[in-house]
């Protein structure tokens, strides 16, 4: 399974680091994605992490805008913001990508809220 | 590539649905499709994977198939339930990325 931390409200121009904690497999052998959900909208694949050698892919909308990052002698997965803004408003899920693409499990979904 | 998929679909309880998922580019079948369910307020949950195979716990009034023809998914639902009213997404994913198509809200009316 997948745990990810609690729930954060944040400040415009805040930095945060959330996190996903994998049991049950072997975390470093499967590649971990993060996917963000605006309030209102659909799912959006933001990026993912190979916690093995920690190579990391970004979608072109999320390149530059957050760092993926994992230490896999904890089995856990992070997703890192710098600055936020408002916009940056969102559920975030981590999910383990199978081998075949799909993705599963997901996490529980962290709730970011950045709002002055 | 991108995963079109209509906005809303409504359908009465009972009857069968059926969910396209249009893939822009490349072959639909060069890449497993999997469907998510998504209630409000909850986690994605698979419903398909692997173009046409269902999870355990899910009731076989959910399927999938893919035509080529069209390059597109398909999620069908029989036997309508108010408890399948959520939102659907397709997803594939090629070696680099995963793509979901924008979802469609099914609304069991």
């Known amino acids: 399974q997948l745990v990810q931390s609690g729930a954060e409200v944040k400040k415009p121009g805040e930095s945060l680091k959330i996190s996903c904690k994998g049991s049950g497999y072997s975390f470093a052998t499967f590649w971990l994605g993060w996917v963000r959900q605006m309030p209102g909208k659909g799912l959006e694949w933001m990026g993912s992490i190979y916690p093995g050698d920690s190579d990391t892919t970004y979608s072109p909308s999320f390149q530059g805008q957050v760092t993926i990052s994992a230490d896999k002698s904890i089995s856990t997965a992070y997703l890192q913001w710098n600055s936020l803004k408002a916009s940056d408003t969102a559920v975030y899920y981590c999910?383990?990508?199978?081998?075949?693409?799909?993705?599963?499990?997901w996490g529980q979904g962290t709730l970011v809220t950045v709002s002055s | 590539f991108m995963l079109t998929q209509s906005h809303s679909v409504s359908e009465s309880p009972g009857k069968t649905v059926t969910i396209s998922c249009t893939r822009s580019?490349?072959?639909?079948?060069?890449?497993?499709v999997q469907w998510y369910q998504q209630r409000p307020g909850s986690v994605p949950t698979t419903v398909i994977y692997?173009?046409?195979?269902?999870p355990s716990g899910v009731p076989d009034r959910f399927s999938g198939s893919i035509d080529s023809s069209s390059n597109s998914a398909s999620l069908t639902i029989s036997g309508l339930r108010t408890e399948d009213e959520a939102d659907y997404y397709c997803?594939?994913?090629?070696?680099?990325?995963?793509?979901f198509g924008g979802g469609t809200k099914l609304t069991v009316l």
């Open positions: 997803q594939s994913a090629d070696t680099s990325t995963v793509v």
């Open positions: 999910a383990r990508r199978t081998a075949t693409g799909s993705l599963d499990p």
């Open positions: 692997d173009d046409d195979q269902r």
């Open positions: 580019s490349g072959n639909i079948a060069k890449n497993y």
